[in-house]
């Protein structure tokens, strides 16, 4: 099986740069990607994704800005956990592994 994802969208919220116990850099960046579809007023939706940017993706990454077109391929992987009162939180998240700048 591959885990393979492409995402193309626009910068929403540019790149947090936060660092590991051990020194690794890593950063999350939003991005807004449009339905392929329009409600019934004729306005397009969009969602927002939370990728994850590590080690040498962290400098190409630094430069975006709101607004910005964007494309991630990566791969997903999820984050559950078992919150306080014994619910299970279901997350996933893009690991990015190739950026490039669109515009």
């Known amino acids: 099986m591959l885990n393979s994802l492409n995402l193309?969208?626009?910068?929403?919220?540019?790149?947090?740069?936060?660092?590991?116990?051990?020194?690794?850099?890593f950063g999350h960046i939003i991005i807004d990607?449009?339905?392929?579809f329009k409600k019934q007023d004729a306005v397009k939706e969009s969602d927002q994704f939370s990728i994850t940017v590590w080690r040498n993706l962290i400098d190409s990454a630094?430069?975006?800005?709101?607004g910005d077109i964007v494309s991630f391929q990566g791969r997903l992987?999820?984050?559950?956990?078992?919150?306080?009162?014994?619910?299970?939180?279901?997350?996933?998240?893009?690991?990015?592994e190739k950026l490039d700048r669109l515009n």
Do not use: H, W
Request: hydrophobic residues 40%; without cysteine.
């Open 8 to 25: 193309v969208g626009i910068v929403s919220e540019p790149l947090v740069v936060k660092e590991t116990t051990s020194g690794i850099q």
């Open 62 to 66: 630094m430069d975006l800005k709101r």
């Open 77 to 96: 992987i999820d984050n559950n956990f078992v919150k306080d009162d014994g619910s299970i939180s279901y997350k996933v998240d893009l690991i990015a």
């Open 33 to 36: 990607v449009e339905r392929s």
